[in-house]
C-alpha cells in the first residue's frame, strides 16, 4: 500500500531537481578548463577535507545500512554498532598509516598498488576479480536493496520503475566525474543525516507513547534501554549447552570478544584502507587535507548508529509490545529487515518525503561511487594497460563514461527478476558472503606490502589463492572434516543440521594463517624485495588538528564501550 502522499512527492521532487542541479553546475564550473582523467576519476586537488569525509560517509551508508542495519538493531541490538564504531578506528589508522603511503607513491589504483609493489599478474587477476566483484556483488546489491526499500514504501508495482529511475539518478551524477559525486555527496550526506535523525526521533516519541509517557523522545530512549537491556550491550556471551537457536545464531553472527581479535579488524581495514570504492575519494588530493577528510569520516561514523540502528531497536520494543505486528511481516513470517520501513509509517505528511529523500540519497551516492570505482579500474588497469596503451585522455575519459553505462546496463539485467538470489538470501548477508570469502587474501597482501619489505610477488599470488582456500574451508568443511570443538574454533549448529564457525572467527584465521603462508614463501626470496616501498618516518608526522581529532574519536570510542560492554 502506498504510504506516500503528494505533498511527500512534492518534497522528493525537490530533493532530486536540488541534487541534479548542483552537480550540473559543479560540472560546468569544470568545464572552464580541459577536463583529464585524474579530474574525472580523482578530481585531483579540488576535493576539500569535508568534501572528502562526507562522500566517505555517503558512499559507504547506502540501502543494506538503512535496512540491513537497522534489521540486525531489532535482531541483535547495539551489539551491530560495532561494524561502525570499529569502522572509526580503522579510519584513523588508514589516515596516519595506509594513506601516506598510497599519496608518496603516486597509487591512484589498488590494483596499480599491487603492479608497483609486486608484479602485474597480481594486479591484473585482482583488477579483474575486483571489477567482477564491484558489478556482480556490490552494485547490483545495492540497486536490488534499494530499489525494494522504496518500492514497499510507495507501494503497486513500482520496483521496476523505481530500478530506471535509481540507475538514471546514478549514471547522471557519475558521468561528470569524481568531483561531481564528491560535491554532490556533501548534499547527500546532509540529507541522509536530516532524514535519518528524523526517522530516529519519531521512532524513539513513538516508543515513548507506547509507554504512555507522552511524546519525549529522551523519555523513549530510556524505557527502550530498560524494556530491552539485553540489546543493549555490545558483547555476547559464547553460548553454553543449554543456550537456544536464537542465542547461538546471535554468536554466529556476532561471536563476542573474539571477533575482535582478528574478523573485524580484516573487514574493517581491507574496506576502508585497501578498497578502490572507499580510497578513490582521498588519492587526489595533499597529505594533510586526505587526512583531516578521513579522521572527519571517523568522527561521523561513530554517530551514524543514531539513524542507522537505534530505529531497529526500536522496531523491536514497540513489537514486542504489540505494536506494527503487520508490518514487521514478510510472507507471513516475521522479518527484522522491515523495522525500518515500519518506523517510516509513523512519519507524518512530508517528513515521510525527507525520509525517503534521505534513504535515495544514501542510495543513489553509493551506487555512483561504485559506478565511479568500476569505472576507474576498468579503464586505467585493463583498458590502457592491455588494450589501447596509446588511449589519448580524451578517448580514455569516454572509455570511463562508456564503462559506467555498460555496468549500471549488467547490474539492471541482474536486479530486474532478482538473478542473484539476492532477496532470499539477504543483502548484507549477500554482500559479507562474498566478499569475506576474498577479505583475509587481500588485506594480507597489502599489509605485508606495506610494512614488510620482503614480502614477494610469488608470496602475494600464494596469498591470494590460499586466503580464499582458508576462508573456503572454516566456512564451509572445517566443521565435518575436524569436528565442531577443536584448539582453534567451536562449531554451533546452525539450525539447519549442520555446524557452523562464527563467520568472523573463520576470517580472523583465514587472514593469520595467509600471512603465515606468505612469510614463508617471502623468506624464500631476496632480502629486500627491489619493488618495497621507502618509508620515511615523517610521512607518519601528524598535525596538531590531526591529533585532537584522533584524541576526539578515541575518546569517544571508549566512553561507547565502557557505557555498552
Given at each position: 500500500m502506498n504510504q506516500l502522499v503528494t505533498t511527500d512527492y512534492i518534497v522528493f521532487l525537490l530533493y532530486f531537481v536540488g541534487v541534479s542541479a548542483y552537480g550540473y553546475w559543479i560540472y560546468k564550473r569544470k568545464q572552464t578548463t580541459s577536463m583529464d582523467t585524474k579530474d574525472f576519476f580523482l578530481a585531483e586537488g579540488s576535493l576539500t577535507w569535508w568534501a572528502i569525509g562526507a562522500s566517505l560517509i555517503a558512499s559507504n551508508i547506502s540501502a543494506e545500512q538503512f535496512i540491513g542495519m537497522s534489521g540486525d538493531g531489532f535482531r541483535f541490538g547495539v551489539a551491530i554498532a560495532v561494524y561502525e564504531w570499529l569502522a572509526a578506528i580503522s579510519l584513523i589508522i588508514v589516515a596516519v598509516w595506509f594513506i601516506p603511503i598510497y599519496l608518496k607513491n603516486k597509487i591512484y589504483t589498488m590494483p596499480q598498488f599491487l603492479n608497483t609493489r609486486y608484479n602485474e599478474t597480481v594486479s591484473l587477476i585482482m583488477a579483474v576479480f575486483w571489477l567482477f566483484l564491484y558489478v556482480f556483488v556490490n552494485l547490483t546489491s545495492i540497486l536490488f536493496l534499494g530499489a525494494l526499500a522504496l518500492s514497499n514504501l510507495i507501494g503497486g508495482d513500482s520496483f521496476h520503475v523505481i530500478v530506471i529511475g535509481l540507475s538514471i539518478f546514478a549514471v547522471f551524477i557519475t558521468l561528470g566525474g569524481m568531483k561531481v559525486i564528491g560535491y554532490t555527496d556533501v548534499v547527500q550526506v546532509l540529507v541522509l543525516i536530516i532524514g535519518g535523525l528524523v526517522t530516529t526521533y519519531l521512532a524513539l516519541t513513538k516508543v515513548s507513547e507506547t509507554f504512555g509517557l507522552g511524546s519525549s523522545a529522551i523519555a523513549g530512549l530510556g524505557a527502550m534501554m530498560k524494556d530491552a537491556d539485553d540489546?543493549?550491550?555490545?558483547?555476547?556471551?559464547?553460548?553454553?549447552?543449554?543456550?537456544?537457536?536464537?542465542?547461538?545464531?546471535?554468536?554466529?553472527?556476532?561471536?563476542?570478544?573474539?571477533?575482535?581479535?582478528?574478523?573485524?579488524?580484516?573487514?574493517?581495514?581491507?574496506?576502508?584502507?585497501?578498497?578502490?570504492?572507499?580510497?578513490?575519494?582521498?588519492l587526489g588530493a595533499d597529505l594533510q587535507t586526505a587526512r583531516t577528510g578521513i579522521l572527519f569520516a571517523a568522527i561521523l561514523k561513530i554517530f551514524m548508529p543514531i539513524i542507522v540502528m537505534l530505529p531497529g531497536i526500536a522496531a523491536y520494543v514497540i513489537f514486542k509490545n504489540g505494536g506494527i505486528q503487520a508490518e514487521m511481516l514478510r510472507n507471513g513470517v516475521v522479518s527484522g529487515d522491515n523495522a525500518y520501513s515500519a518506523?517510516?509509517?509513523?512519519?507524518?505528511?512530508?517528513?515521510?518525503?525527507?525520509?525517503?529523500?534521505?534513504?535515495?540519497?544514501?542510495?543513489?551516492?553509493?551506487?555512483?561511487?561504485?559506478?565511479?570505482?568500476?569505472?576507474?579500474?576498468?579503464?586505467l588497469d585493463i583498458y590502457k594497460k592491455y588494450i589501447d596503451k596509446g588511449a589519448s585522455e580524451s578517448k580514455q575519459l569516454w572509455v570511463g563514461r562508456f564503462a559506467i553505462l555498460g555496468a549500471m546496463l549488467i547490474s539492471i539485467i541482474f536486479t530486474w527478476e532478482d538473478a542473484l538470489g539476492i532477496g532470499g538470501e539477504g543483502g548484507f548477508t549477500y554482500i559479507q558472503k562474498y566478499t569475506g570469502y576474498i577479505s583475509p587474501g587481500i588485506f594480507a597482501i597489502f599489509i605485508l606490502g606495506f610494512f614488510w619489505k620482503r614480502t614477494t610477488g610469488p608470496a602475494a599470488i600464494v596469498g591470494i589463492l590460499a586466503g580464499f582456500g582458508f576462508a573456503l574451508l572454516f566456512n564451509n568443511f572445517a566443521p565435518a572434516l575436524f569436528g565442531p570443538e577443536t584448539i582453534m574454533y567451536t562449531a554451533f549448529p546452525n539450525g539447519k543440521g549442520a555446524y557452523e564457525i562464527p563467520f568472523l572467527v573463520a576470517m580472523g584465521w583465514s587472514f593469520f594463517l595467509t600471512v603465515g603462508l606468505m612469510v614463508l614463501v617471502s623468506l624464500a626470496g631476496p632480502k629486500i624485495n627491489p619493488k618495497a616501498f621507502e618509508i620515511d618516518a615523517a610521512m607518519f608526522k601528524l598535525s596538531n588538528t590531526s591529533i585532537a581529532m584522533i584524541v576526539a574519536i578515541l575518546v569517544l570510542f571508549s566512553m561507547l564501550y565502557v557505557r555498552f560492554w
Open positions: 540489546h543493549f550491550h555490545m558483547i555476547f556471551p559464547k553460548p553454553g549447552p543449554g543456550a537456544s537457536q536464537g542465542e547461538i545464531n546471535r554468536y554466529l553472527t556476532l561471536p563476542g570478544i573474539l571477533m575482535y581479535l582478528g574478523g573485524q579488524w580484516v573487514v574493517n581495514l581491507n574496506y576502508w584502507g585497501c578498497n578502490q570504492y572507499i580510497t578513490q575519494r582521498a518506523m517510516l509509517t509513523f512519519l507524518p505528511t512530508g517528513l515521510k518525503g525527507v525520509s525517503v529523500a534521505a534513504l535515495t540519497a544514501a542510495i543513489v551516492a553509493s551506487l555512483a561511487g561504485k559506478a565511479n570505482s568500476i569505472s576507474t579500474i576498468f579503464t
